[in-house]
Each structure stands twice: as structure tokens, then as C-alpha cells.
């Protein structure tokens, strides 16, 4: 069974940095297509970023355009997403989740890592 797992988040001043980690177990990481999803409190979950293939595939939403990359290490099953110059407004819960080449639908999930950023 495919298992994914969120880790790196926490508190973090306005304008600061953060790395998130996302570690797919269970499965052939190469296989799958990721994505990373957040939803702040009291709204619904929103696509953040999708990587079709590997490094230079990703898409963002316009809100991290600039501040937010992905990177896919695929020896190490691992998606990281670097989070620069981070606002109060990036306070959300993010999601990892992947989905099996060829479908559109991101059958498994992590649990997800709490971001706070503070003023």
C-alpha cells in the first residue's frame, strides 16, 4: 500500500523560510505524479503545486508563483517544497499527495503538516 507522509512544518515569522518534506513509501516513487494541496482554516482545500514529471514540470498557483518550488528527489522517494518570503496568509495545513501515471485522480494523501506564519 502507498503511503505518504508530510513533515517540516511549524511556526515561522513573516518573511521567512521553510522546507517541506513529503516521503512516499510503498510504491515506485518514479510512477507517480505529485502535488502539494493546502487549506487554511475554515476554507476548502486548494491545489498549490502539481509536478507532472520531475524538476522544471511544475505548475504553481499565482498566491506562491515566485516563492514556493518544488523538488523531486526520486532516489530518496522524497518531494520537498521550499516556501520563501512566507506570509501571514500561508497559514494553512499542507498536503502531499500523489496520484499513478495516466489517471487524474490523487488517490492517496498524507496527513498533513501545520504551517503558521506569524507577523
Known amino acids: 500500500q502507498v503511503h505518504v507522509s508530510e513533515s517540516g512544518g511549524g511556526v515561522v515569522q513573516a518573511g521567512g523560510s521553510l522546507r517541506l518534506s513529503c516521503l512516499v513509501s510503498?510504491?515506485?516513487?518514479?510512477?507517480?505524479?505529485m502535488a502539494w494541496f493546502r487549506q487554511a482554516p475554515g476554507k476548502e482545500r486548494d491545489l498549490l503545486g502539481g509536478?507532472?514529471?520531475?524538476?522544471?514540470?511544475?505548475t504553481y498557483e499565482e498566491a506562491v508563483q515566485g516563492r514556493f518550488t518544488m523538488f523531486r528527489n526520486n532516489a530518496k522517494n522524497t518531494l520537498y517544497l521550499h516556501m520563501n518570503n512566507l506570509k501571514p496568509e500561508d497559514t494553512a495545513v499542507y498536503y502531499c499527495?500523489?496520484?499513478?501515471?495516466?489517471?487524474?485522480?490523487?488517490?492517496?494523501w498524507g496527513q498533513g503538516t501545520h504551517v503558521t506564519v506569524s507577523s
Open positions: 510503498g510504491g515506485t516513487f518514479s510512477n507517480y505524479i
Open positions: 509536478m507532472f514529471a520531475s524538476d522544471g514540470d511544475e
Open positions: 499527495a500523489a496520484r499513478p501515471r495516466g489517471t487524474n485522480h490523487y488517490e492517496y
